[in-house]
Structures are given as structure tokens and as C-alpha cells.
């Protein structure tokens, strides 16, 4: 008997050596799984910040292409706001003259046509005319006293136009500004 209690013994020894290595295994690979999802978890968020980082990317070359183009536009835009000056000068010049009124009203209606084409086109003229100053859209070329505070930092007149197109100033209106001295 002391042969099967031998073998009997070591066969019980056995299996618990055995259930505690299935045990041990067990909690090693449950360990290397819980290892594996924050891995994981971990990619998957260096994705998405990733994705994130190039979609805000992409947006911002759009954003700085398009105000690129813009901007290139708007120096042919100045040239031409030039010609606009000119037709706007003729007329105003012609108006108290005993010119042909054909050509004067020839001369009117391509100014009016240019003006239209502009505005289409996303340019807007800055209205200064009797408002307050403003230095971002607005340039002094003349300063004029008044003893009223309440006329302080006003236009009084505009000697040219100024523009924008689609939000980028083209150019500054030119004016005069009262300024109070007391």
C-alpha cells in the first residue's frame, strides 16, 4: 500500500502543480490582455488626436490659400480702383461744365457698370463719410480743430474712397478728421 499511497500522493501533487501553473497562466495572460487593450487604447488616441492634428491642418491651408488668392487679387483690384478714381473725377468735374451731355452720360454709365462689376466681384467701398474715425479702415491725410467734443475723432470729408474685398482692406479711405483742442 505504501506504493499506491506514493503514487496517489503524487498524482494529487500533480494536479494541484498543474492547477496552479493553469492558475498562473491564466493571470499571465490575463495581464498581457489587459496590456494589450491599453496599447491599444493608447494607438487608438494617437489616431484620433492625429486625425484631429491633419483635419485642423488641412483647414488651415485652405483658410491661408484662400486669403493668398485674395490678396493677389486684391493688387490688381487697387489698379483698377485707380481707373474707378479717374471715371469718378470726369463726372464730378463734368457736372458744373458745359461738356456734351452725350459723353457725360456715357462716361456715367461706364462708371456705374465698373462699380457693379466690383461689387459682384466682393468689393465693397468703406463708408466714411460723416462717421467716426477708424484707424483700421480709415487713413487722416488732414486734421481739422473744432471746439465741439462731441465732433472729436469725426470724419468731416473724404478725399478717396477706400475699399475692401471679401474682408481685406484694399485700401484705406482718405480723409480728413476733427479733432477737439480744448
Known amino acids: ?4 499511497e506514493k503514487t496517489g500522493a503524487t498524482e494529487a501533487d500533480v494536479d494541484e502543480a498543474m492547477e496552479a ?5 491564466a493571470a499571465t495572460v ?3 490582455i489587459a496590456e494589450l487593450q491599453a496599447q491599444l487604447e493608447q494607438a487608438s488616441e494617437r489616431h484620433l488626436r492625429l486625425a484631429a492634428d491633419f483635419d485642423n491642418y488641412r483647414r488651415r491651408v485652405e483658410r ?4 493668398h488668392v485674395a ?6 483690384l487697387r ?7 479717374d471715371l469718378e473725377r470726369v463726372t464730378e468735374q463734368a457736372a458744373g461744365s458745359d461738356v456734351n451731355r452725350a459723353f457725360l452720360e ?3 454709365l461706364i462708371e456705374k457698370k465698373f462699380k457693379q462689376v466690383l461689387e459682384s466681384a466682393g468689393v465693397e467701398t468703406i463708408d466714411a463719410a460723416d462717421g467716426r474715425f477708424n484707424p483700421e479702415t480709415m487713413e487722416a491725410v488732414m ?8 465732433q472729436d475723432d469725426t470724419v468731416q470729408d473724404v478725399f478717396q474712397k477706400g475699399y475692401r474685398f471679401n474682408g481685406i482692406l484694399i485700401r484705406p479711405a482718405r480723409v480728413s478728421v476733427r479733432k477737439h483742442e480744448g
Open 1 to 4: 500500500m505504501d506504493n499506491q
Open 106 to 108: 456715357g462716361v456715367e
Open 143 to 150: 486734421r481739422i480743430p473744432t471746439d465741439d467734443p462731441a
Open 64 to 67: 491661408e490659400r484662400a486669403e
Open 21 to 25: 501553473e493553469i492558475e498562473e497562466s
Open 30 to 32: 490575463s495581464s498581457e
Open 79 to 85: 489698379r483698377l480702383l485707380e481707373v474707378l478714381d
Open 71 to 76: 490678396r493677389a487679387q486684391s493688387s490688381l
